[in-house]
Each structure stands twice: as C-alpha cells, then as structure tokens.
C-alpha cells in the first residue's frame, strides 16, 4: 500500500471523528469529491493484513449506523468487497483476520432487520392483481380472467412477505452465513442505482468467483485465489444475479455477462430451479437487445425507438382473441336423450350430407323419428337400412364395424364421426336451420367441448337461446309428424329407408 | 331554410367524413358545398388540399427514419389547392389555421423544414388552435401540427450553436412540442373511439369492427418522440414520467399495442435501471436529483412545463390501486402486458402464419421472461408457475418455455408436475444433462419415485463423455437411487444388491470428480451402512477436507466414532458441529442420544430443553415459507393443525425409516401430497411441508420421554409422550413410546398392545417388533416370538439388539446351535453399531 493512500486513508479516518451533528449531511455530499479515497479504501478492504483494516471496517460501520443515506449508500458501496473478504477468509479458514469485517458486516445486518422502533423488519410488497382497478388499467378491459386456484385466492390485492423478521445474529456460524449475506445483497440491492461502477464491477467479480472457485471452470477463467469450494444457496445465488442484472444493463456488459454465465454454470451444477430461472429469464430477455454501452463509459444501455403501433400480426390469422370473439354454432338445447341416440343423429348427418343446405327444407322430425326407431329397432337392421344412401366410400369405413357386434364398434364409429363432423361444421350457417344440422352441430360444439374444454364461450348469444325456443316447439309437435319430402334428390334415397323402417 | 339546413346537414356530413377519414367522398361533397354557396370555395380547396394530401400520406406512407423525400409531383395539385384556399383569404379563422397547418404538413413532407417553420408555423400559433369543443378531426390535425412542428425543428440545426443555453432551450421546445402532440393525440383517439362506439352500441365486441383508426406517421412520432429523445439524453426520470402519462390515459382500441410496448419497457427500465431506494411513486412528484439521469448533461427538467386546457381523460375512481415499490409496478405492468400478449397468441399452425405466430411468441416470451425475473427477485414462484402455465398456449415445440415452467413448478414445490414437465424438455433437448439431473432430484427428495428416478440418472450416464462435468452427477444420483431402493427393499438379498450397486455408482462418481465432497461424502455414507466403518472413516474425512464445514459430513463422522464406541469424541464432534449449526435438530438429536451415554440423562434433559427453546424462537418468528402470504409460518401451522390428528407422524429421523421409508408408505404419501401443497418453501430447507416444524416438536417430546424411560422416570416420560401424541395421536413412535412407558410400569398386557397398535400403523417399525418379541417372550409364546423377530431381521438385518433377542428365543426353545449364530452376530454387528442409525442423514441430489 502506497503511503499516499494510507494518508488519504487516514484523514478521512481522523476527520469524521471531529465532525458536529449538524455538518454530517454537507460531509457526505462532500465524500464524493474525494477521488482517492475510495480506491484507498477498496485497497484495504482488498489487502486482509493491512493496520488500517480495523480502524476502517469500524469508520463504515459508524457511517452506516449514521442513519444518513449518503453514507449508508457510501458504506454500502463496498459491500461486494467486504462479501469476498469474508467469503474467501473463511474458506481458507483463516478464522481470526476476518473478525472486524465480520463485526462490520454482521453489525449492518443488524441493524437492517429492525425498523426504527427496534420491532423486526418484515419487508413486504403488494401482488397486483388485474381484477382490482389500478392507475394504468381498468378490470372490464382486460376480458376474462382465468379462474385458477390462484387467481382466486389472490382476489383483490394481497400483501406478500418477501423477506424477514429475521433473528438477531452476534456470529457467523455456517448454518447462518448465507442467511445474513443473502438479507445483505438484498439491502445493497435495494440501493443499487447509487453504486458505482467500481462496486458493480465488484460484485461481477464476487459472483464469478463464488461460483467457479474449485471447479474446473476456475483455470478457464484464469483465476488465481482460493481454488476451495464455497457452499452456496439459491437464494443468494438469486440475489447475486438480480445485482448482476443490473450491472449488465447498466454498462458492465463484459463483467456481467461474464457473471452471469458463472451462476448460471454452478446453478446447474447445484441443480438450484430459482436461481436457473432467473437467469435463464435474464439471459433470454437480453439475447434479443443488443447491449451497446460499451461506446461510452457509464452509459445505460436503456434505449427506446419509436414502433409502429398497429398491431404486427396480420388479422386473418386466428388467436386467442379472435377465437374467443368466434361464435361457435352451438344449439345444445335439444334433447339428444342418450348417446346411442346421438350417435344415430351423427351418422345420418355424415355420410348423408353432401353438399349444400336449402333454407327451406325441414327434415326435423325425420331425425328424431330415425332415432327413436333406432331404439326400437335393432340397430343392426338400421344400418344396413341405412346403407343404401350411402357412398361406397362410406360403406368401406363402415363395413368392419357393421360385421362385428354393435357395442364394439360404436366408440369406433363415434370417433369417425366427430371427424366428419368437424369438417362439416360450416353446414349450419343462419336463419332456418333444420334439425339435422342443427343436432349435427349440437354434436359437434359437444365434441369440440371435450375437446377444447371449455374454451368456447357460454352460449348466451341470440342465435342459440332462438335455436333452444324452435326445438322445444319441434318436441312439442312430437315424434309423428312427417314433413313433407325434401327436394334434394341426392338425399332422397336415406330419407326414404328412414321413412320406411319407421312405418 | 331548406337549403340552410341541407347546408349544415352537408357540414355535419363533411366533418364525419374528415374525422373518419372517409377522403374518397371529400370530392363529391366539395361540389355539393360549392354549389350552396359561393364562398364555400375557399372551403372547398382546404378540403380537397387536405383529401389528397391524405390520401397520398395513406397511399405512401412515411417510414419512420426515412429521409425527406422532396417535391412530389403528386403534391403540386395538393399546394395549389392549399395555396388558393390561404391566399384569398376569405376563410374563417378556424379553417384559416387548418389551411396554415395543412401546408405546413406537406412542406414537411416534401422537404422543406425551415419553408415550414419559417413561412407557416411562424403565422400560426398553435396553442390558440382550440381544444375545447374541437371536432374530432381538428384535434387530429393539431396532434399532428405539433408532431410535426417538432420534427421540423429537430431537423433544422439551431440558429447558434456555440449557446449551449439556447441549445437546452431549443430541446425543450422540441420535447414540449411532441408532448402536447402525444397529449392531444391521446384525446384524439380517445374522442374518436366515444363518436364511434356511440354509433355503435357501447358493447366490447372483440370482433372486427368497421374500421380501426391508423395513427400515422405523424401521431406515432407524437406519442413516442418526446420519450425516446428523454432516454437518448440520459433523462430517465422525465421518460419514466412520460411513459406512466401515456400509461394512465385511458385506453382505447388503437392505443393498445402502443400500450403493450411501452407497459413492457417500462418494466424493463424499472427492473434494469432502477432499485426500491431511486423509485417513486407514479402519482408522486419524481425526486428532484435522481442517480438515475446522466449527471453529466444539465439542464435537465424534471416535470413538464406546459398546461393544456383539454388533456385525455385518465384512469380514476376510488381504491385505485397505485404502486408502491418498483417490484410492484413492474409486475402490474407487466400482467397487463401479459393479458394483451397472451389475448394475441397466435393459435394456429398453418404455415402462413408462421410469421405472425413468431412474432406474437417474441413478445410474449419478453414478457414472460420479464415476469420470471420480478418474481423471483421477490420469491413468488407459485404465482410465477401460474403465469407461466399460461404461457403454454405459445409453447408448442419451444424449450425455453417448457424449461421454465418446469423449473418455476420446482420451485414452487409442485414437484409430480415439475417432472412431468421436465420429461417434456429432454424430449426437446435430449442432450441437456441437467434436465434429467434436475428430475432426479425430485424424484429422490419429495417424490420418493425410484424407479423413475433411476431412469432419469441412467440418461445422464448414457450420455458418456457428452455431460462432462454433469456425468459424475449422473453416478451420484443413481447411487442415491439405489441407496434409497436398500433402504426401502424388504428382502436380503435385494437390499444387499442394491447396497453394492450404490457403492459401485458412488465410487464411480468419487473418481470421476474427485474434489467433489458429495461423492466422498456419500461414499463414506454407503460404506458405514454397509458397516465399513475404517473405510468410511476414510472417506468421510476426505469429504470433510473438501468442505470443511459440511454438517452432514460432520454427523456421519460423529456416527462413525459412536460406532466404533469412541462417544466422548463423538460427543466433541457433534458439538463442535453444533457451534456452526445451532440449530440443527437431526445433530441434537444425536447429542442427546450421545449425551445420556457420556454425561449421564441430566444433562441430556437439558439439551432437550435447549431444542424445545430453539424451536420455540425459530419458528415464532422466522417465516422460512418466503411468500407466507402474510402470516407467519406458525399462524399457517396452526390452522393446519386441525388437520394433524388424522395423520401419522413420518419422522426423519426415524431409525429404520431414514428420511423417506416405503414401508412406512401411508406416511410418505402424506408428505408428498403435503410437499405438493406446501409449494412454497425455499428450496434451502429441505422441502417438508407446514408440517415440518410440528414434526420437529413431536419428535423433540419423544426423545425427551426417551430419555426419562433411560432414567426410570414413567410419569414424566408419559407427560412428553402426551405432548407429541397431542400432535400426532396416531403416530407410531408415539404408541412405541408409550408402550416403553407401560414396560416400565411393569404393565406388560399394556405393552404388548401399544406396540401391536403401533405394528399395525408402521409394519416394519424394527424397534417395536423388537419389544414386542421380548415381551412375548417373555409370555413364553417363542414361537410367535420368534416369527416377529425373524421379521424384524429381514427389514433390518444390521439390528444388533433384535438378533440378541432372536438368540435369547431360540434358546429358550433349546435350539443352541441357532442361538450361537444369532448372538455372534449380534456381537459382530453391536461392535460396529452407531448410536443411531447411519440413515438419519438425509440423502438428496
């Protein structure tokens, strides 16, 4: 240690002594003009064995216990610093240098975790919640909220202990250490906007050396220290990088992302998920934003263009908003009775359907009779029945299933079925529906149901309460009335067998 | 008074078409208005200057950054339209302004900043340009007027450079303009959006409406210039203060994204630049000196110096929730950034969409990772799994999201999930060893699942020389696998299989990294099961000179001195390790088990007396549970208590059962449920539920009432005893426990049915099957005596005192042969027995 320095050192040692109550304000402004001084003072901090050690942790811990926030901050700034100290000291169990920086750090710590009524510190924040107005939104807008367990629990704004009460500490032990460091870069956290670059760039080192300190990674970097293992936890390892962060954005790109990496690489090691996913988080969402301050020293790489506000995706492409807004065609008032019936009303629908719906025919009633003949009937006899007004291609996919029992070949079927069905949704399309299609697409908003579990909206709208009110009215008029028979030729044929097997 | 009224009918119609941009039906009513009235030609200039101005804007639009483009020749018609209008001067004041601004926004257009500036902005002021009572349109075209006022001054240089004073001047000029611009343009919308959906009704259709307002080149550059230029200047507290103005204007259809975006990067600056000392409030005045703004440019301001008499309307009301810290703030943001990001997710896969799916995935997966790094700061990884569930809806085929889902459920303790989740991410990256590593680690710790532990370790073997570092992991986490299957294994045989299999993979991960303390430890660990003591004395010291103040290694090493009978240095050991971890329950355990065997059961008493303290002051006041939603670990304990007296007490330190028995299933399966419940522990402690500490308490009474059975002292022993049955009934230490007590009593009716109640709850409780063998016993029922204890000996065969007992038995019923062997090796195992079992330290990855 250079002797100037010891002389810096020393007065700023011997001056704060003097100093009146009154002056302590205008003396920590001044601090900041003192260019030497804090290089000095890293120097001792650094240099274990020096004299001035002492004298200097106890000068810190007066300016901390000052309560003035210059001069907490001043303290503060060292703290990355006075972390390695420890951290290294204590493993190469060196137990007795270390005891003023100990006394220094433990004394901080102390008097962090009560407030000013001596009562323990319990430091908390609000969770906020999307369903409470705030001053940058309104509830109504933000649409549906999902209705997890937690969002209901977390109903209305609930206050979350982050950090404390924690217990007052007069040693280190192992089981306690990381404890009070990790309370401690969180306090240093908390100031971190005041910090210096020379402190950021300390705590980048801190943590890379934390991390890789006895693993292979250590002759990588190039680091000639203690080559022991330190124990670390995840939540300091978390705190580290929230520092780190910081320091990454704010123009220690090559020290940070050097840190960065070495917690991430002993966080794998550790296989810790908190720490792996923050930093994942960190690294991801820095990927994309070139950080450019390395031009100019202490430069903040915050930087905003302007973006064009128009929304970037193109509007025929289907998202979550538009398929909440989709109206499926969902008129699930009709009774479908049991499932066996439903499956009939599909079938007829499928292979029976082929092209285009005339407004104006009204095959209702012939479903539903077909389907309560389908009970009545074995439905062996329905089939081949039926047959007759099916394609080839149809009577392929069905020929297995027709052999075999019919209980074994339903689920078979069905399935078919939900297929056709969803490529046949358009057939329903507005005003006069016919039955048909009408318990067709009712299958099918069933179907999609399961499939999409609930995805699609309460079926409130007009549309279907209007289908609900025509179906009861087609229940009423009951089973026996025959509509008059439809003009498409191509369904005639089906519609006939139906006809018949009825009579 | 037709034409009158037709005539202002015609204005009405003129005005909706202008404030719709509707400029394809302009031509038509300018012929309309002109053929009302004569004056109305000057009119009729403005408005056909101003339609083909637009038009041309809509049909090329300006990029922003794009150099000027000079004269267009499809402008000429457009300046003579404009030139007519203002030259005969016959307009009325209003539209003389809008025929001033109008040509001062083409001059832009072509070029010409300082023609702008000099000749139009100079005869115009626009603050007199009225804001109350405005049609829509006109509070578009002021909007645009100071945007691009703003512009031409940023392009033309300062008069005088060398006036640095003049210079700040001229910038602040410059920001005021854009942010009256941005001011207005926010009512503009706002207003545009009321006029619409009152023809409408007032319904938030999701669907596409008619139209949706486009800001344009010049709205855009007003709403965003003012910030960008405070952020290049270093003024972050300016630019945090105009992004939170935007902000907290009321939304509307077109402000949307421009909300997202900036929601987003304000985030990013409260998380990146700022900390909980430099934060303010937003309904706060910002700090006059703030280390956030570059101290070396001066002149900076920190509030806006500028009033307008119409200013968009603001999110208001009672109880509104205003941020306190920038945790809080960032994380409003960032949900409602989320909600929007998560309301654009792009759903289908066809591939012409596949642009749009990668930009909708972009977005939200900054969100997301913004979202990841504000709660974990804060320890919130229960919401945080929430949020990122949601994000599934983005997540097919991508890693990063699958990754951090998977890791947030294991941070939340949601650990059956978290697997689950994680076997999704090695199908995505199969080559990641630390996927599978971190499965393991569930899988062993709170899921107690072997077998699908063993395969996920054998991944990581498989991979060979590719998991480098990660591969001696890989021998570790198998070995505890196996280790963990002796334990459960009820046969011989298997357990002896699965003993050498775990010393093979121990020894395997030892050389492969050597200054690993874990493998030696765990090494060392394996050996003193196996009752290796010399070797594993070795390795346990190994361990201990790789991490010197290893707790697990300092209580296998004190284990391993009690075995080899050396107590009092055991007794060193222990406390010399409790001087670091005071206030490690498994290491007094073992102090008290210790300190009866040295010191006699006074002192031990009063170890347990220490522990109760200990207890008492960690959990009253430590909420070890981060996010304890308030209320204090002890609080949330009690109300679980209720809940207790229908569970088992599944001890860790349980001789036989080790951390995890599967024998004691029904117990373990409590825990596992509980473990998924409990989701919000640190990961530190070791992952027990609400229950953790009531476990502690019942188990610190039991070796209380231990040690007053050691004494002879049955009354007091009851009493601890009734202590942990208050909080676990039907726990079976506790009916061991007391059937002891009843032994002690001479009550051996009492006895035998405690510990058969205690057999039926725990089958393979060594200890109680050893008492209960003595008792019969000694009730001269050998044979069934001895089927217990034959019993016993398969669960454990290490149990010394059980195989003395199956001695004493087999000689009762004269078979002396048998005998001999049972009581050698009772001496053979006694001579290398710990004071309690090896396996009370727990094993994880």
Request: one cysteine or more; aromatic letters at 6%.
């Amino acid at each position: 240690m250079l002797a100037m320095d010891q002389g810096v050192v020393e007065e700023w040692l011997s001056e704060f002594k003097t100093l009146p109550d009154s002056a302590v304000s205008n003396y920590a402004a001044s601090l900041r003009d003192k260019g030497a001084l804090v290089p000095a003072l890293y120097k001792v901090i650094r240099e274990n064995y020096s004299d001035l050690l002492e004298p200097v942790c106890h000068q810190l811990f007066e300016f901390y216990r000052s309560g003035e926030p210059q001069l907490q901050r001043f303290t503060l700034q060292f703290l990355p610093e006075l972390l390695w100290s420890l951290l290294s000291v204590s493993a190469a169990r060196d137990p007795h240098t270390s005891g003023c920086i100990e006394a220094l750090l433990l004394g901080i710590y102390n008097l962090e975790i009560v407030d000013k009524d001596g009562q323990s510190k319990i430091l908390s924040f609000t969770v906020p919640s999307l369903s409470k107005p705030s001053v940058y939104h309104e509830p109504s807008a933000i649409g549906s909220i999902a209705l997890t367990e937690g969002a209901l629990a977390n109903h209305g704004l609930s206050r979350v202990v982050y950090s404390g009460p924690h217990l007052q500490r007069e040693t280190f032990t192992a089981q306690n250490r990381f404890e009070v460091l990790t309370f401690l870069l969180l306090c240093y956290n908390a100031a971190l906007s005041y910090m210096t670059s020379t402190s950021l760039q300390s705590l980048c080192q801190l943590s890379s050396r934390v991390c890789i300190c006895g693993y292979p990674r250590q002759q990588m970097r190039r680091y000639k220290g203690i080559s022991t293992r330190l124990t670390v936890t995840s939540e300091f390892l978390v705190q580290l990088i929230t520092g780190i962060h910081y320091a990454l954005c704010n123009g220690e790109v090559e020290l940070g992302s050097k840190a960065l990496d070495d917690v991430l690489y002993r966080a794998q090691l550790e296989l810790f998920p908190e720490a792996l996913l923050v930093g994942n988080a960190i690294k991801s969402s820095l990927h994309g934003a070139a950080l450019k301050s390395n031009n100019k020293e202490g430069a903040r790489s915050i930087q905003v263009e302007i973006t064009p506000t128009s929304s970037r995706i193109s509007r025929n492409a289907v998202t979550s908003l538009s398929i909440r807004g989709h109206r499926w065609k969902r008129h699930d008032a009709v009774d479908l009775g049991s499932p066996d019936e439903l499956m009939d009303i599909s079938e007829v629908d499928e292979g029976v359907w082929p092209g285009g719906v005339g407004p104006d025919m009204t095959p209702p009633t012939i479903t539903i009779s077909n389907s309560v003949t389908t009970l009545n009937l074995g439905a062996k006899a329905m089939k081949k029945c039926r047959l007759g007004g099916r394609t080839s291609k149809d009577k392929d996919k069905e020929a297995g299933p027709l052999t075999t029992g019919r209980a074994n070949s339903e689920n078979i079927e069905l399935s078919i079925k939900r297929l056709t069905l969803t490529s046949s949704q358009s057939v329903p399309k507005a005003g006069a529906l016919t039955s048909l299609t009408r318990t067709a697409s009712a299958v099918f908003s069933r179907s999609f149901e399961q499939v999409a579990s609930g995805n699609a909206p309460p079926s409130s709208n007009h549309t279907s309460s209007e289908a609900a009110r025509y179906s009861c009215s087609l229940q009423e008029e009951g089973l026996g009335y025959l509509s008059p028979a439809p003009n498409h030729t191509q369904r005639s044929p089906s519609i006939s067998v139906h006809l018949g097997s009825d009579l | 008074m037709t034409a009158r009224k037709s005539g202002s009918r015609l204005e009405t119609e003129i005005e909706r078409c202008r404030s719709e941009s509707q400029w394809d039906k302009i031509p038509e009513l300018v012929r309309q208005l002109s053929a009302k009235l004569i004056s109305n030609d000057d009119l009729g200039e403005l408005l056909l200057g101003e339609c083909k101005l637009q038009t041309y804007l809509k049909e090329n639009p300006i990029k922003q950054g794009a150099s000027p483009r000079g004269p267009q020749p499809k402008l000429v018609e457009v300046r003579k339209h404009l030139t007519a209008a203002l030259d005969r001067g016959n307009l009325k004041a209003d539209y003389l302004q809008e025929a001033s601004v109008l040509m001062a926004k083409l001059c832009y257009v072509e070029g010409e900043h300082r023609d702008a500036l000099g000749s139009h902005y100079s005869k115009v002021n626009l603050d007199d340009m009225q804001l109350l009572g405005a049609p829509v349109y006109r509070l578009s075209m002021i909007a645009e007027a100071y945007a691009t006022k703003g512009l031409c001054l940023e392009k033309v240089p300062a008069a005088s450079p060398s006036l640095s004073n003049k210079n700040t001047e001229r910038e602040q000029e410059i920001i005021t303009c854009y942010e009256k611009s941005g001011d207005i343009a926010l009512l503009y919308l706002q207003e545009a959006e009321k006029v619409t959906s009152g023809i409408q009704n007032r319904s938030p259709k999701p669907g596409p409406t008619a139209q949706d307002l486009e800001l344009g080149y010049f709205l855009e550059t007003g709403l965003q210039r003012a910030h960008v230029i405070h952020f290049k200047n270093g003024n972050l507290t300016r630019g945090v203060g105009r992004f939170r103005e935007i902000l907290r204007a009321v939304e509307n259809r077109t402000t949307q994204s421009l909300r997202m975006t900036i929601a987003r990067q304000l985030a990013e600056i409260l998380l990146r630049g700022m900390c909980e000392q430099s934060y303010w409030s937003p309904l706060e005045d910002p700090p006059t000196v703030s280390p956030l703004d570059d101290p070396t440019r001066q002149g900076h301001t920190h509030s806006k110096n500028y009033t307008l008499s119409r200013r968009p309307r603001v999110y208001s009301g009672e109880n509104l929730f205003c941020p306190q810290e920038n945790t809080e703030e960032a994380l409003l943001l960032l949900l409602i950034s989320e909600s929007m990001a998560n309301r654009d997710a792009v759903l289908s896969r066809i591939p012409e969409h596949n642009n749009d799916r990668i930009i909708s995935l972009q977005s939200a997966s900054v969100v997301y990772d913004l979202l990841t790094i504000a709660l974990g700061r804060r320890g919130q990884y229960e919401m945080l799994s929430e949020c990122l569930e949601r994000a599934m809806k983005f997540a097919f085929e991508e890693f990063h999201l699958w990754y951090q889902l998977a890791l947030s459920l294991m941070a939340a303790g949601k650990s059956a999930r978290a697997v689950k989740v994680l076997k999704e991410c090695i199908r995505l990256k199969p080559d990641d060893p630390t996927i599978p590593l971190l499965a393991v680690k569930l899988c062993i710790g709170p899921l107690h699942w072997l077998d699908e532990g063993d395969c996920f370790a054998k991944m990581v073997i498989d991979m060979g020389e590719k998991a480098a570092e990660f591969r001696a992991k890989g021998y570790l986490a198998i070995g505890l696998v196996y280790s963990l299957k002796a334990t459960d294994a009820s046969l011989r045989s298997t357990q002896e299989e699965y003993q050498r299999k775990a010393l093979g993979a121990f020894q395997r991960a030892q050389s492969l990294s050597p200054t690993d303390h874990l493998a030696a430890f765990y090494l060392a660990l394996q050996l003193a099961v196996s009752r290796q003591i010399p070797e594993a004395l070795g390795y346990v010291r190994q361990a201990l000179q790789l991490q010197g103040d290893d707790v697990h290694s300092l209580h296998l090493l004190a284990l391993l001195l009690s075995a080899q009978k050396h107590y009092h240095d055991a007794l060193n050991i222990i406390e010399m390790a409790l001087s670091e971890y005071p206030e490690n329950f498994n290491l007094l355990y073992t102090k008290v088990k210790l300190e009866s065997m040295c010191r006699g059961p006074e002192e031990a008493l009063l170890t347990c007396k220490h522990m109760l303290q200990i207890w008492k002051s960690f959990y009253n006041l430590t909420n070890p549970s981060d996010s304890g939603r308030g209320s204090s670990l002890l609080d949330r304990a009690i109300a679980d208590r209720r809940q207790l007296n229908a569970m088992t007490l599944p001890d860790f330190s349980d001789p036989e059962t080790g951390s995890v028995h599967a024998t004691s299933i029904a117990a373990s399966r409590v825990e596992q449920a509980l473990s998924e419940v409990a989701s919000s522990l640190q990961s530190s402690a070791p992952k027990q539920g609400p229950m953790h500490p009531w476990m502690t308490l019942a188990q610190i009474w039991l070796h209380a009432a231990e040690v007053y059975t050691s004494m002879s002292k049955p009354a007091e022993a009851s009493a601890c005893t009734q202590e942990a049955a208050n909080l676990f009934p039907t726990s079976h230490n506790v009916l061991y426990m007391r059937g002891q007590i009843a032994e002690l009593r001479g009550n051996m009716d009492d006895a035998k049915r405690w510990y058969e109640e205690a057999l039926s709850i725990n089958p393979t409780h060594v200890k109680t099957m050893q008492r209960l063998g003595l008792i019969l016993h000694q009730l001269q029922r050998y044979s069934l005596s001895e089927k217990v204890l034959r019993d016993a000996v398969q669960v454990n065969s290490t149990a010394h005192d059980v195989w003395n007992s199956l001695g004493e038995v087999l000689q009762a019923q004269g078979n002396a042969a048998a005998a001999t062997e049972c009581f050698l090796t009772a001496l053979e195992l006694e001579a290398s027995s710990p004071i309690l079992p090896f396996t009370i330290i727990p094993r994880a990855l």
